[in-house]
């Protein structure tokens, strides 16, 4: 199994990112998948889940309405789209799935800062 997140990097509050991670190594259409940060000195936090099937979504409240977590099976990728960012968002951002126990990937640094 193996989870590679990309698109992270520095951007002004208000700004926008998207991020992605790539799966391999299992059957990616038929798998839950999330997105969670951590933030320095903080504990990992679950920000968005999209189901495999049906693709029933939940956020949590810090980011709703803010933040779009979508799939593209034939990619095998998930995407976070992060609008209206604020400077609590900053954290490390990880993509991941549970497969006979929770699977992580490297995370890709979001700062937002001015």
């Known amino acids: 199994v193996q989870l590679v997140e990309s698109g992270g990097g520095l951007v002004q509050p208000g700004g926008s990112l998207r991020l992605a991670c790539v799966g391999s190594?299992?059957?990616?259409?038929?798998?839950?998948m999330s997105w969670y940060r951590q933030a320095p000195g903080k504990e990992r936090e679950l920000v968005a889940t999209i189901r495999s099937a049906g693709g029933r979504i939940n956020y949590a409240d810090s980011v709703k309405g803010r933040f779009t977590i979508s799939r593209d099976n034939a990619k095998n990728t998930i995407y976070l789209q992060m609008d209206s960012l604020k400077a609590e968002d900053t954290a490390v951002y990880y993509c991941s799935t549970y497969l006979g126990g929770q699977r992580w990937g490297q995370g890709t640094q979001v700062t937002v800062s001015s």
């Open positions: 190594g299992f059957t990616f259409s038929s798998s839950d």
